[in-house]
């Protein structure tokens, strides 16, 4: 009997690879979901938490230690993105469930837990602690909310998921009916949400509204849901794989995104050349962080411009990109179908070819020449 050698032995003891199937990484991705909603729900809990944070609830925290513990706890978003996130993940689970061959997509998944965290990091970090006393980091705050949040949102395709998780007859009794209404349809028209994204944006900050939500907590809330809803509709046309009435092509979304860039740059540029403060608030708020009033606000413009056109650009590449993808997939469609057709042909060719030869065959075995009676 011959033994086996001490290396053999090793690697029979070793645990095998077994490569993890496509549903593991589904549930990799719930996992970081549920960890990130328990971190939510934990974290303001240990810092130093910002009840109510108006301008006039004393100085506010200027050193490092104080404004990265500056978190707000806020129960109206907590609640919301907490319950958001566990309906998603459990809808997806679902889906997965009932579906093994055409599960959820995973980009998408991680396209909404981005999406969440960015409305988290924009409401409920020090991004809304220090807004009211900054006009910098409260144009951080919007940006935040606009260029990333509302398109990973959107990206996410929130009511395609319904659409897959419903029963038969709730999607024929409520969710298809909602989705092919005279509302929706009004509300996801491109030009609708192109037009809401400019009044959003300089219907609040050149106007008294944006003053008055630094000193109302109402008022910034209703705010911060402007923002969100009018990125959502404008986003949407690019964005969305749902089932909408209205599609953009590829040329039609550049143009889209191209004709929104300069309203955005002109109301940075503004903000950033006004000669005088345009939100009083900040006067009694910026000189605890050494910056005038009038610095910081140009400062916030800058934000606005460069993140803005910045965030336009790389829409525009993913458009881009997309775009060729699918000129890919279209011509490798093409070419298999023409692929098709030629060996289609290429077989009744051969056919033809193989009757005529046994025709001919045929013919000259049956025919008698002439010349011989």
């Known amino acids: 009997m011959i033994r086996p050698g001490p290396t053999r032995l090793l690697l029979r003891a070793m645990p095998r690879f077994r490569p993890r199937p496509a549903r593991r990484q589904g ?4 996992h970081v979901g549920l960890a990130a909603v328990a971190a939510l729900l934990a974290f303001p809990a240990v810092a130093r938490v910002a009840v109510a944070h108006g ?25 919301g993105i907490a319950v ?10 679902t889906v997965d469930r009932r579906h093994p061959a055409n599960p959820w997509q995973r980009s998408r998944t991680a396209f909404f837990l981005v999406g969440m965290a960015s409305v988290a990091a924009a409401l409920l970090s020090p991004l809304d602690g220090l807004a009211d006393d900054l006009a910098s980091v409260h144009m951080l705050q919007h ?23 419903a029963t038969p007859a709730a999607r024929d009794r409520w969710l298809l009916p909602l989705l092919h209404s005279r509302v929706v349809s009004a509300l996801t028209f491109p030009l609708v949400g ?37 990125a959502l509709l404008f986003w949407t046309p690019v964005f969305s794989p749902d089932p909408l ?5 590829h040329p039609a979304k550049i143009l889209y995104l191209l004709s929104q860039m300069p309203t955005m740059s002109w109301l940075a540029v503004s903000i950033l050349n006004a000669g005088v403060v345009l939100w009083p608030t900040y006067l009694a708020r910026t000189p605890f962080f050494g910056i005038s009033a009038l610095a910081d606000q140009q400062l916030s413009g800058a934000i606005m411009w460069g993140l803005g056109d910045g965030a336009f650009m790389v829409a525009m590449g993913l458009v881009i ?26 077989a009744i060719d051969a056919r033809a070819d193989a009757l005529a030869a046994r025709r001919a065959a045929e013919s000259a075995a049956t025919a008698v020449p002439g010349g011989e009676r």
């Open 321 to 346: 990109w997309d775009w060729m993808k699918s000129e890919e997939v279209e011509s490798t469609r093409v070419d298999a179908r023409l692929a098709r057709e030629r060996s289609a042909r290429a």
């Open 84 to 93: 958001s996130t566990v309906l998603y993940l459990a809808a997806v689970r």
């Open 245 to 249: 009435r209205w599609r953009l092509s």
């Open 143 to 165: 940006s935040v909310l606009a260029f990333l949040a509302a398109p990973c949102l959107v990206a996410s395709g929130v009511v395609t998921l319904a659409l897959r998780v």
């Open 27 to 30: 549930a990799r991705l719930r």
């Open 194 to 230: 192109w037009i809401a994204m400019v009044l959003a944006m300089w219907g609040t900050h050149f106007s008294g509204v944006y003053d008055l939500a630094l000193r109302d907590e109402g008022v910034h809330a209703l705010e911060h849901a402007v923002f969100l809803g009018a």
């Open 55 to 79: 301008a006039g609830d004393g100085p506010p925290p200027t050193d490092p230690l104080s404004i990265a513990t500056a978190w707000v706890l806020d129960p109206l978003p907590i609640i």
